[in-house]
Structures are given as C-alpha cells and as structure tokens.
C-alpha cells in the first residue's frame, strides 16, 4: 500500500516561490505533479522517473517549475518560482506502483495525495 502526503502549499504573491513536498511510504515507480483549479479538471504539472534522471513539465511551467525527487528520503518535491496568479489550484502529488513508464495523464497513476493548496496572489 502506498501513501503520499502533500506539504508546503500557502499564499504567496504573484512573483514569488514555493516549494511542495511529498512524503512517500511504499514502492512507486515514476511520480508525477497534478494541480486542479476550481471549476476544472484536474491537470497534469510535472512528471519523473523513478531513477529521478527524466522529468516531463507542461508547457506552461516550464522553465518556472523543477520536480525532483530523493529515493533516500522517500519524498518528491515540487519548486516553483516566478508563480503566477494562473498557478492557483489545489496541487496533488500521485504514483505509478504498476508501471514503470512515465504519464502524464490522471487516470495512468495508482495513487493520489489529498492535496494542498496553493494561492497566488496579483
């Protein structure tokens, strides 16, 4: 059984940082970061390997976002700079435990966090 616990979501201005985390019990292959935003669907942020040596971003973080994750440490964290008020959601860390590929869509992970929100502020 796999559990996954999500920290580090707040209010930050538009401009600023934050770093989410993921705390992980049980064996996961590749992870990955969704966010959902109200009145949407769920969307997929970032994405990594298991080995941590590949990572996937949506466009519009790119270049903004870094997912990392230490196997040692059992957590997958989430750095986010230069947020923008379009960044508001909740933001869900999920596994894959089944498969080893990566994806980037919802209904390919095994797992979900119960989310944490984060708010930007313009």
């Known amino acids: 059984q796999v559990q996954l616990v999500e920290s580090g979501g707040e209010l930050v201005q538009a401009g600023g940082s934050l770093r989410l985390s993921c705390a992980v019990s049980?064996?996961?292959?590749?992870m990955g970061w969704f966010r959902q935003a109200p009145g949407k669907e769920r969307e997929f942020v970032a994405a990594i390997s298991w080995s941590g040596d590949i990572a996937y971003y949506t466009p519009s973080v790119k270049g903004r976002f870094t997912i990392s994750r230490d196997n040692a440490k059992n957590t997958v964290s989430l750095q986010m700079n230069s947020l923008k008020p379009e960044d508001t959601a909740v933001y869900y860390c999920?596994?894959?435990?089944?498969?080893?590929?990566?994806?980037?869509?919802?209904?390919?992970?095994?797992?979900w966090g119960q989310g944490t929100q984060v708010t930007v502020s313009s």
């Open positions: 049980g064996r996961t292959f590749s």
């Open positions: 999920a596994a894959r435990a089944f498969a080893v590929g990566m994806a980037t869509i919802p209904k390919s992970y095994d797992y």
